[in-house]
């Protein structure tokens, strides 16, 4: 076996326990799981084909699978605005987003205002923190309980609860006020 292929299993088999406890911190479904170490390490194949010059390979690792588990949750992120246009309630609110959404059967008006705010949310839930836009998407999209979060991430439920509280106001409030600009006019 040529030596930077004996490296390249070496780095492998140190990596991949510690890689996929990380994953699993943030990805519930084990074959997402696995599909995210999968993607990781043909990364690693990838740039190690390219003669990419790795300083730090474990950190580039953990960078790579942290950009994998942030695409994941854009893609679910995605598919519930898509399929699920927010009927639940957020936090302890009683109102939901689909009340703010105007229906798609109004008119072609209220089609292209609801398409705009539904774009308006996900460039919100873009410019939240990255602790609060994980809480936000496991509660909100993935439909894990605050309880289980805190199991699998190690963060007290308060502390998640918090962080929830506050990535839900920046979206109603940036939602709030381009209802009010489509909307109401």
């Known amino acids: 076996m040529p ?14 326990g510690r890689l996929k406890n990380f994953i699993r911190k943030w990805v519930v479904d084990e074959a997402d799981v696995e599909d995210v170490l999968q993607d990781v390490f043909y990364e690693l194949v990838k740039a190690q084909r390219l003669m990419t010059p790795f300083q730090q390979v474990s950190a580039w690792l953990y960078r790579v699978a942290w950009n994998r588990i942030t695409d994941l949750f854009r893609k679910r992120r995605s598919e519930a605005l898509r399929l699920n246009p927010f009927d639940k309630p957020l936090g302890d609110e009683a109102q939901t987003l689909e009340e703010w959404l105007p229906s798609g059967d109004a008119g072609p008006e209220a089609a292209y205002a609801r398409r705009v705010l539904l774009e308006e949310l996900d460039a919100a839930l ?11 998407i496991a509660h909100e999209l993935e439909g894990l309980s605050f309880k289980e979060l805190s199991e699998q991430t190690g963060v007290a439920v308060n502390t998640l609860l918090s962080r929830k509280h506050y990535a839900v106001l920046h979206p109603r409030q940036r939602l709030r006020a381009i209802y009010e600009e489509y909307v109401h006019v």
Request: aromatic share 4%; glycine share 0%; no cysteine.
């Open 3 to 16: 030596e930077r292929e004996r490296k390249l299993a070496e780095v492998v088999t140190r990596e991949q």
């Open 126 to 136: 873009d410019e939240l923190p990255q602790e609060q836009r994980v809480v936000f």
